[in-house]
């Protein structure tokens, strides 16, 4: 949309963040380096992690200009993860004494329950959008 994005194009300071956005770029790919060689492992997680978001903001704000791309890969690199470790976590829960909720949310968790799991998650994100939306 128009006016979306605030675009601030100065010739004397763009290249000094410039830099010092390649600096601190160069100061994370060299401790990775560092930690992996010392440590004989890389950390794939952490850096896939840096990797994907430094992706998501670079293609949907700089790339493509657009606050709605931005949004789908903010969603897919966030939004995905996070139902997983819920997911995850919960059907951990559900199964040990630790628990204590009612049982249609500790049933939930059980994996022939994904469906259900994945419309109350979609229900959720759909009403906070309608009310985002209502009072916007």
């Not at 000094?16 to 890389?42: C, D, G, P, Q």
């Not at 709605?68 to 897919?76: A, D, K, Q, R, S």
Request: net charge neutral; proline share 3%.
């Amino acid at each position: 949309m128009v006016d979306d994005f605030i675009y601030f194009n100065n010739a004397t300071v763009i290249p000094f963040l410039s830099a010092v956005y390649l600096l601190i770029l160069i100061t994370y790919l060299m401790k990775e380096i560092y930690f992996s060689w010392n440590r004989h492992s890389i950390n794939l997680p952490k850096n896939l992690l840096i990797v994907g978001t430094s992706l998501s903001w670079y293609l949907g704000i700089v790339y493509f200009k657009g606050d709605l791309t931005f949004t789908l890969l903010n969603v897919v690199s966030h939004g995905v993860p996070y139902y997983a470790l819920v997911w995850a976590y919960g059907n951990k829960k559900s199964y040990g004494e630790s628990f204590k909720s009612s049982d249609w949310l500790r049933n939930i968790f059980k994996p022939q329950y994904l469906v259900s799991f994945l419309f109350l998650l979609l229900a959720l994100a759909y009403l906070e959008e309608l009310v985002w939306d209502g009072l916007v």
